[in-house]
């Protein structure tokens, strides 16, 4: 009579768990066929039988044995006795040795082998469910009968999936348009944007609507328009196509996703009338019902960055466009640090530096523009 001792698998483990016969007690097996199923604490190993002969178990599924430990014979005599199992260290005093279910309503396999409810889970996969707080439901979603510690494993390293919502792929884009054929450059300069806060503050009241730094930068950067053109053109293959009017687009983002909607013709705009604009543009950004021609058509835009304590941006240039400017909320009174992206096959670094000085004037420089 031959019998079935464990090899060694794992220089680390002194005991594995012997997870499922894959062979019933009792029935003819042929040399090299697997018949046994051991957990490690890094894998799971199939154990061959290394003769023919009927296989006795001595030892049941959901048992810890030790390496060289005989867990089965192989001959043609009588049964041999079932050895008691060897109990896992944190089972020893209940004595228990079956694997711990999952939960109530999910229990594991019996020592026997037949299916209660729910997967056999091994002990080790067991340790890392409750470990990482998994649920009987994911370990389900897994659609196995033998929960090992590899499954578990897999289950943790799956990436969480979440569909990205229109107005955001529609974002990804124009981001993904932008960097592939647009090379842009940045510049940013130091603004002193508390005089002209103050008096928007004061404006606020007198126009009965908001005015504050979208306001106050849309109308500044529209006054460059006719100074600065080639920054509202857009490229044609060698030749910059001049737009008449500044259009100029500001980013809003209430949490329902990043809309751009466009002042057109700001040069020709009070400052009443863009404050009524961007007021009416932030209302429908919280139900996204927008106008086609309340989104189409810039050709510059301010990006706004005055949530939190963000102290610069580097926007990207929107297709169609030449130019973005990132404005930031000043802190403590503190010089705001204003950044320009440019599509630098249009502009370059000197008209760019040039172009934010003439902004900082007309910013530091702003008593409220004209207001009807």
Known sequence: MAELRVPKLNNNDTEYMIVEWLVPDGTEVHEDDAVVLVETSKATEELPADTTGVLRHTMKAGAWCHPDEVIATIGLDAPAPVAP??????????????????ASGSAALASGGDEVGGPLVTAPAQALIDQHGITPEQVASLGVHLVRRADVERLLTQEERRELPRVQRAVARAVELSHQTIPAAYVAVRMNLTPALERARALTKEVRRPVGL???????????????????????????????????????????????????????????????????????????????????????????????????????????????????????????????????????????????????????????????
């Open 85 to 102: 199992p060897h109990p896992a260290p944190s089972e020893a005093a209940a004595g228990s040795s079956t694997p711990a279910p999952l």
């Open 214 to 372: 979208a306001e106050i930068f849309v109308q500044a950067v529209a006054g460059l328009h006719g100074e600065f053109p080639l920054f509202f053109a857009r490229l044609d293959g060698s030749h910059a196509v001049l737009s008449t009017t500044p259009d100029i687009g500001v980013t809003v983002d209430l949490g329902e996703g990043l809309y751009v909607p466009v002042v057109h013709d700001a040069a020709g705009r009070t400052l009443k009338d863009i404050a009524g604009t961007l007021m009416k543009h932030r209302l429908a950004a919280t139900t996204g019902d927008f106008k086609e021609a309340d989104l189409t058509g810039a050709n510059f835009v301010v990006t706004l960055h005055t949530e939190g304590e963000v102290e610069m941006a580097i926007p990207f240039v929107f297709p169609g466009t030449a130019g973005a400017l990132a404005v930031t909320s000043p802190a403590d009174g503190t010089p705001a640090l204003i950044g320009l992206a440019y599509d630098h096959r249009l502009i370059n670094g000197r008209d760019a530096s040039l172009f934010l000085a003439a902004l900082r004037t007309a910013v530091t420089g702003w008593t409220g523009g004209t207001l009807a």
